[in-house]
């Protein structure tokens, strides 16, 4: 591994970026798309949340698209740089990387919510939540772990 950090730091950046350009996607989604009703299904089950995410990504307006498919993208990279930083010594990179995949998770949950519930602010508010959580644990990380 690279440094101390063995590479995290890059990611690390790379995901605020993408996280940056989630909120500006999802704040022009939230102003100028509107959801159709009869197109998602119910998200009371797995497959209804899948279900909904699938159209997201493949039928619903680009701007939407764009935000779920980046929404995925986060998802995967911080994955990846969770298995990464559990191959470290310390805690600082393990602890950040799971609480942030975590958040990520949460805040797709809400996404999905958000479209199942033709878009009700709750989950709007929730998902912005996430955001502020997620950029204060990696910065956070960034500022620690030197």
């Known amino acids: 591994m690279r440094g101390k950090t063995g590479g995290l730091n890059k990611i690390t950046w790379f995901v605020l970026f993408l996280l940056t350009l989630q909120y500006v996607f999802g704040i022009i989604a939230n102003l100028y798309v509107t959801i159709p009703y009869a197109v998602i299904s119910p998200a009371r089950t797995w497959s209804g949340l899948w279900a909904t995410l699938n159209w997201s ?7 939407l698209a764009a935000h779920a498919g980046t929404g995925v993208l986060l ?5 990846a740089g969770t ?4 191959f470290m010594k310390g805690m600082v ?3 950040a990387y799971t609480a942030g995949l ?9 996404g999905v ?16 939540f996430a955001y502020i959580a997620v950029l204060a644990v ?9």
């Open 57 to 63: 990504l493949a039928h619903s307006p680009p701007i």
């Open 83 to 86: 298995v990464r930083a559990f």
């Open 93 to 95: 990179w393990r602890s």
């Open 75 to 79: 998802v995967l990279i911080t994955c």
């Open 113 to 128: 919510m958000f479209l199942v519930s033709h878009g009700a602010n709750v989950y709007s508010m929730w998902m912005s």
């Open 138 to 146: 990696f910065f956070g990380a960034l500022y620690t772990a030197k």
């Open 102 to 110: 975590l958040i990520l998770l949460f805040a797709g949950y809400n």
